[in-house]
C-alpha cells in the first residue's frame, strides 16, 4: 500500500499552473479539514483556500456522521470560497464538487465514475442478472455555508476520496471501496488532487450562470430512473427516483402517483425482486 505523507510543496508544486488556488494549509493530520478551513474563514482568509490533510482524525460527514480519512492514503480536503451567489443556489456547490470530481477521477482512472444523491461519489459496477447495478461509494462531499443578511459570507466544501484506502479490515462499510482497489495499483495522490481542483476551478468560475451544471450533474446520478428508498428520520418515500429540481431536491413519483420533492435523506435503491 502507497502511504507516502505529502508535503505543502509538493501541493504547492503540483497546483503551480492552476491560478485558481490562492494559499495552501497542509496538515500531516488535524481533526477536520472543514474546520480549519472555518477557523481560517473567521480569521479573513481568502477565497480558495485550500486545506488538505494527510489523516483526519475527526473527519465529518452529514448529520454528525464519522468519516474516516486513515493516514497517507486518502484525499482530505477543504475549499474556503465566497461565492457571489444567492444563497437559495447553495445547493450547487454540492452539484459542482461532485461532477468536477466524477469528472477527475474519470480522467485519472477511467472508471465509471458517477454521483450519488445527494453527496456521494460511487462507482457503479456490473449488475448480477435481475438486479439493480450495486454502487460502492468512493468519497463524499461536505459543504457548510455562513450566511450573513441574505448572502455567502463563506461557504466551505469538503471533498473525502478513498484514493489508496484498504478498506479489507472495515468490514461495516461493506458499500465502501477506493481507487486502489478498483484499479489493481496505487493511484498518485497529486494527480488525483490536481485533476479535483482542476476541474473544480475551472467549473467554479462560472458557477452562477453554468446552465449545465444541474444537467451534467443529473447525467451522473446513478439513482436517477431508479426505484429507489429515500429516508429521512420518521419519513420513508419509496418510488421512481425521477429527476432533481433546481434546489437540487431529489424528485421522487411515490407508488400511489405523487410527485415527493425530497430536501435530505438517505437513499438506497429499492430491491424490487419478487
Ligand atoms: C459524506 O457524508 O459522505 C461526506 C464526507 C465528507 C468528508 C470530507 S473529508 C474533508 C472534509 N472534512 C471533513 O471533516 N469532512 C469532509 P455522509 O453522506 O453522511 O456519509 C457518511 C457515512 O459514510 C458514514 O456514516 C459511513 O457509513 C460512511 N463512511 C465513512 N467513512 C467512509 C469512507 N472512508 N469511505 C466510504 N464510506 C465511508
Known sequence: MQTEPLSLDAIVRSLHDIQFVRRVEYRSFLGSTNDLARQLAAEGAPEATLVFADEQTAGRGRLGRAWWSPPG??????????????????YRLTMLAGVATAEALEQVTGL????KWPNDIVLEKTPVAGRQPPVFKLGGILTETSLSSQAFDFAIVGIG???NVDLGDRTDLPEATSLMQEMGRPVDRLQVLRAVVGRFAARYAIIATDERLREDWSAR???LGRQVVARHQESVVAGLAEGVDESG??????DDGRLVRVDAADVTLRDTRP
Open 73 to 90: 492514503t486518502a484525499i482530505a480536503l477543504s475549499l474556503l470560497l465566497r461565492p457571489v451567489l444567492a444563497p437559495v443556489h447553495a
Open 249 to 254: 431536491a431529489l424528485l421522487i413519483r411515490a
Open 112 to 115: 465509471p465514475i458517477k454521483c
Open 221 to 223: 446520478l446513478a439513482t
Open 161 to 163: 476520496l478513498n484514493v
